[in-house]
C-alpha cells in the first residue's frame, strides 16, 4: 500500500505481560499512617500495547522513487537545475522557462522573451540564473525568473550546456567546439577549445577546473581555466554528458549507453551501463553515486562510480534528458514531451510501524502521590513519497487489577524524541505540545495524536521515542495493574 492508509478498525491482539504478584492485596487503600505502621507495599504497573491492524509492516528499506508531476507544457524540455528541495527551473523549446518554489507541486511558466531552443541552465542561487541555447542565445535573472535579459555571447553558434563554477564564473559550451567563458556574469569571452567538434556538455567542479564532452567521443579539459586540452575518452560514440564531482572524478555518458570515467582526472576507461539505449544525461552526487538517463525513459543508478549499474522505473517512456539533484535525496527529470519527474530516495513503499509488545513500572507505595516513567521506542517508515508527513496516534484502557482501577487520566505522554534511522532522508518536525494525556476508558476511547511529522518531513525510518508517565496516588491498593494501549500510524500530520 501506498499512500495514505486504511480505515480498518481492527486490532491485532497482543500478548499482555504481568509482573508476578509480590504481595497480598490490601482490603482498603493505605495511608500514610498505615505504611508507617506496616511498612511498604509495592504496587506492579504493567502495561500491554497492541498495534492497530492498519498499521502495515515495513515493505523494505527505502527505495528510489521516480513520480510524475504536472508541468503544465508538452514542450520538449531539456535542462533543469534545483537550488533546494523546492525551487527549481527547468528550460525548453521554444524559449520555455518553468519554476517552481514548492518541490514540484505547482509549475509555472515564465516568460523568457525567446523562441530559442533553450539548452542549459545553472542557478548560482534562488534568484540569480543563466540559460543559453540555439543561435548564441544567453539569457539572465536575477530575480528569481521574474524577469529575463539577453546577453551577448559573441557567438552565433548552438551553445547547449552552462556551467557556473561561481557566482559570476560561468562556462557555456556549445557547437563546432565553441567554448565561452565569463567572470564577472555580464560579459563572455571565447576560449580556444582546441577542436571543431560540438561540445554537448560541459561541467565545471571549481572554477579552473573543467571537462566537455562531444561529437565523437571528443573530451577536452582546463586545469587553469583558460587552456584546454584533449583527453582520450576510449570511444568514438557521441558523449552527451559528463559530471564531475570533484577535480580527479568525472563520468561521461553518450549514445548506445556509453559511458566512460575517469578517477585521476587524466586516463579515462569504459564502464558497462548494461543498456544500448542513447544516454543523454547523467548527473553524479558523490564519487560513488551517479544516475544517466535517456532514451526510452531509461534510468541507470551506479553506487560504485561506474563499477555495476542497475535499472530504476522511471513511469514514461519518454526520452528522458536531465536530471538535477538539490541534495542525495531529491532531484527533478525532464522529458521529451513535458514530463517531469520526481525522484525521491525514501519512496516506492508504504508507512509503517513498529511498535514493542509491553511495556512495564513498578513502584513501591509510600504514602505519596508517584509518577514513575517509562519510555516506548518506535520505529516509523515513511516510504509512501507523498510528502505529506504522518502522525502516531494512541489510546488505552483503564488500567486495573481486576478490581481497583487507577484513574483514566493517569497516563501522560511527556516528551519526545527522534533520531534518523539508516537510510533516513528527512527527520520528523514534532508539533504536538506536551504533557498529552492518552485516554482511557473500559473501552479505549478515541485515540488523540502522540506525535506527527510535518509534511515533507520524517520521510524514512525514524525511531520515535515516547516518555509516558503514570500518575499513581498515595492511597492506591496494591497489586499488578495492567492496561491496553493501542498504538497507530497514518499519512498526515
Not at 563520468?251 to 566512460?260: C, D, I
Request: with cysteine; aromatic share 6%; charged share 10%.
Amino acid at each position: 500500500m501506498t499512500g495514505r492508509l486504511g480505515s480498518n478498525p481492527g486490532l491485532v491482539p497482543v500478548l499482555k505481560s504481568r509482573h508476578p504478584r509480590l504481595e497480598k492485596p490490601r482490603r482498603g487503600p493505605f495511608t500514610p499512617a498505615v505504611i508507617a505502621a506496616r511498612g511498604a507495599a509495592l504496587l506492579a504497573v504493567v502495561t500491554a500495547v497492541a498495534v492497530a491492524a492498519l498499521v502495515r509492516s515495513p515493505t523494505g528499506s527505502a527505495s528510489d522513487s521516480w513520480a510524475a508531476q504536472t508541468s503544465g507544457t508538452t514542450s520538449d524540455l531539456l535542462a533543469d537545475y534545483c537550488v533546494s528541495s523546492t525551487t527549481c527551473f527547468v528550460t525548453g523549446t521554444p524559449g520555455v522557462i518553468l519554476a517552481t518554489t514548492n518541490g514540484g507541486t505547482t509549475w509555472t511558466a515564465q516568460t523568457s522573451g525567446s523562441t530559442s531552443q533553450l539548452a542549459g541552465i545553472f542557478c548560482t542561487d534562488a534568484t540569480h540564473c543563466f540559460v543559453d541555447g540555439t543561435g548564441g542565445v544567453i539569457l539572465v535573472t536575477s530575480n528569481g525568473g521574474s524577469t529575463w535579459t539577453s546577453q551577448t555571447s559573441g557567438t552565433a553558434n548552438d551553445l547547449l550546456d552552462m556551467n557556473c563554477p561561481g557566482a559570476t564564473t560561468c562556462y557555456a559550451s556549445g557547437a563546432s567546439g565553441t567554448i565561452l567563458k565569463t567572470t564577472n556574469g555580464t560579459s563572455w569571452s571565447a576560449q580556444t577549445s582546441g577542436t571543431t567538434q560540438s561540445q554537448y556538455s560541459v561541467d565545471c567542479p571549481d572554477a579552473t577546473h573543467c571537462w566537455s564532452v562531444g561529437l565523437a567521443g571528443t573530451i577536452r579539459n582546463t586545469s587553469n581555466g583558460t587552456l584546454w586540452t584533449g583527453q582520450g575518452s576510449g570511444t568514438s560514440q557521441n558523449l552527451y554528458a559528463v559530471s564531475c564531482p570533484d577535480t580527479t572524478h568525472c563520468l561521461a555518458v553518450g549514445a548506445a549507453g556509453t559511458a566512460v570515467l575517469t578517477s585521476n582526472g587524466t586516463s579515462w576507461s569504459a564502464s558497462t551501463s548494461g543498456t544500448a539505449n542513447d544516454l543523454h544525461g547523467v548527473s553524479c552526487l558523490s564519487t560513488t553515486v551517479c544516475y544517466a538517463f535517456g532514451a526510452s525513459g531509461t534510468i541507470l543508478k551506479t553506487s560504485n562510480f561506474g563499477t555495476s549499474w542497475t535499472a530504476e522505473t522511471s513511469g514514461t517512456t519518454n526520452y528522458i534528458t536531465w536530471a538535477a539533484f538539490p541534495t542525495a535525496t531529491d532531484g527533478w527529470a525532464v522529458t521529451v514531451g513535458g514530463s517531469i519527474l520526481r525522484f525521491d530516495a525514501c519512496g516506492g513503499g508504504s508507512i509503517s510501524l513498529t511498535a514493542p509488545t509491553t511495556a512495564s513500572w513498578s513502584v513501591t507505595l509510600n504514602g505519596a502521590d508517584q509518577t514513575p516513567t517509562t519510555s516506548l521506542t518506535l520505529t516509523v517508515d515513511d516510504e509512501s513519497g507523498n510528502r505529506a508527513g504522518w502522525n502516531l496516534t494512541g489510546t488505552s484502557t483503564t488500567f486495573t487489577n481486576g478490581t481497583h482501577t487507577l484513574a483514566t487520566t493517569a497516563t501522560t505522554v511527556t516528551a519526545a524524541s527522534a533520531a534518523a534511522g539508516t537510510g533516513n532522508c528527512t527527520t520528523p518536525t514534532n508539533a504536538i505540545a506536551y504533557p498529552t494525556t492518552l485516554p482511557a476508558a473500559t473501552t479505549a476511547p478515541t485515540a488523540v495524536k502522540l506525535y506527527n511529522a510535518a509534511a515533507d518531513t520524517g520521510r524514512g525510518p525514524d525511531t520515535i521515542t515516547l516518555t509516558f508517565q503514570v500518575r499513581v496516588p498515595a492511597n492506591s491498593y496494591s497489586g499488578t495493574y495492567t492496561s491496553t494501549w493501542t498504538i497507530a500510524s497514518a499519512a498526515g500530520p
